[in-house]
């Protein structure tokens, strides 16, 4: 029972949102080390910082480990791994000096996810994709024929007077999504007449189809609210019988 309740604790809301807190001021202390000419006083607060941190995050996975039932299965569980990986790469840097391994600390900000437990919102939107997984599916086997078709027909018609810039298929994908996304970086760009006939239909079909699952998502999400909604005035009228 200590143990059940150990865990219990470890999982409340206000301990989620102090570990949270603490990622970001990580998250944010790591950040400020890639400043440059940074003095001293600085750089040994920002390392004492991240010492600081770490050993709460390892205390705390020792003590989850010690508290969990099935030791296993939590050590190999989905956030158990995100709780590894929040300190591993501090300490595999004592051993290994490798500038990646910093950048793996940014992996710790995963950990965030484990606040969806607690957000009733982040849960009805999980319900949501749940709900239309078959309709985004369908449409994101359609944009990625429309992605090939895209890179396929502006290669046809600027490979020729622009063969460095849409040397291959693949060259001309980066323009596709580029387009299709109506981000439009400017590093690729058509100067055939066919070419610009074609851009402005994939940059209009690109509009249709940011549209699409944004209102697939929101039907979903106003189903499951509507779902939520009848289930808590059932158990309300259970309660008054």
Known sequence: MIKN???HDLDSPLATWVIALLILYSVICFSFETLPNLSEGTVFFLQWSERIVVALFSLEYLYRIYAAKRKLRFIFS???LIDLLAIL??????VV?????????????VRLLQLVHYNKAL???NKAISK??????????AILVLLYFSAFG???????????????IFDALWWAVVTLTTVGYGDMYPITVAGRIFTFIILMLGLVFIAVPTGIVASALSAVRREDEETEKEKQQENKR
């Open 5 to 7: 309740d150990t865990v």
């Open 78 to 80: 989905f956030y158990g």
């Open 89 to 94: 790469p501090f300490y595999l840097a004592l």
């Open 97 to 109: 000096d490798l500038r990646v391994l910093r950048l793996l600390r940014l992996l710790r900000i």
């Open 123 to 125: 849960i009805r939107f």
């Open 132 to 141: 239309a997984k078959e309709e985004l599916i369908i449409f994101i086997t």
């Open 154 to 168: 502006i290669y046809y018609f600027e490979h020729e007077v622009q063969p460095a810039v849409y040397a291959s």
